[in-house]
């Protein structure tokens, strides 16, 4: 079955400068790939998402890319601030008709002023 | 994600009890889904319905069981033969059939002492 893989699990930067998350996936069916952001003690929330049909995706400050030749994906953050600081979620989709996904363990990113 | 609600928000039980989460949504979504989350640690499915009067399970199913009797709920019951239920719940609904974006409901967190 599929299975995702990220890294690094704790990223610290300082504010202004730009964070990267990566994640690798197994299954080269895989169409889709989110990504999540959870506050501490809140529900995760999509902040960006990609298909497999598309190379690269931004949306302000976020930007995510995909590699399907090898299998990874990663989510760019410009400009750090303090608010992105959050535990960040990649996933990807499963081919079967369960529409499922499966998540990697998770990046806990702090942001330093 | 608006339209996916969770109650309670915090909920204690003590070893040997059955307890029910539940999980409504008004989004109109065929799927839904129940992860657990430990602290630290990614998203692990414990059930998924695509459908009412459907469901199957997921990866850590055992201990857990859930209903599916209307489209708009889908309540977990925590089993006394769950041996580590301590956790944080989340629900979550996608449109399905090929609409992959899960929306997550704020969650529950059980504590069994």
């Known amino acids: 079955g599929e299975n995702v893989e990220q890294h690094p699990s704790t990223l610290s930067v300082q504010e202004g400068d730009s964070a990267v998350i990566k994640c690798t996936y197994s299954?080269?069916?895989?169409?889709?790939f989110p990504w999540y952001k959870q506050e501490l003690g809140k529900r995760p929330q999509l902040i960006i998402d990609?298909?497999?049909?598309?190379g690269e995706k931004k949306d302000q400050r976020i930007a995510v890319t995909l590699n399907k030749t090898a299998k990874h994906f990663s989510l760019h953050i410009t400009e750090t601030q303090p608010e992105d600081s959050a535990v960040y979620f990649c996933a990807a989709s499963t081919m079967d008709s369960s529409y499922k996904l499966i998540f990697g363990s998770g990046t806990r990113l702090l942001v330093r002023p | 994600d608006g339209g996916i609600t969770q109650s309670p928000k915090y909920l204690f039980r003590k070893e040997g009890q059955n307890v029910t989460l539940s999980c409504e949504q008004n989004?109109?979504?065929?799927?839904m889904y129940w992860y657990r989350q430990d602290p630290g640690q990614g998203l692990r499915l414990i059930y998924y319905s695509q459908i009412v009067n459907d469901f199957q399970k997921g990866d850590i199913a055992e201990g857990y069981s859930v209903s599916r009797e209307k489209k708009e709920s889908f309540p977990l019951t925590v089993t006394s033969a769950q041996k580590n239920p301590t956790a944080f719940y989340l629900c979550?609904?996608?449109?399905?059939?090929?609409?992959?974006?899960?929306?997550f409901g704020p969650g529950t967190r059980l504590t069994v002492t």
């Open positions: 979550a609904s996608s449109a399905g059939w090929g609409a992959h974006e899960q929306y």
């Open positions: 299954d080269s069916a895989s169409n889709y």
């Open positions: 989004l109109n979504h065929d799927a």
């Open positions: 990609i298909r497999s049909n598309v």
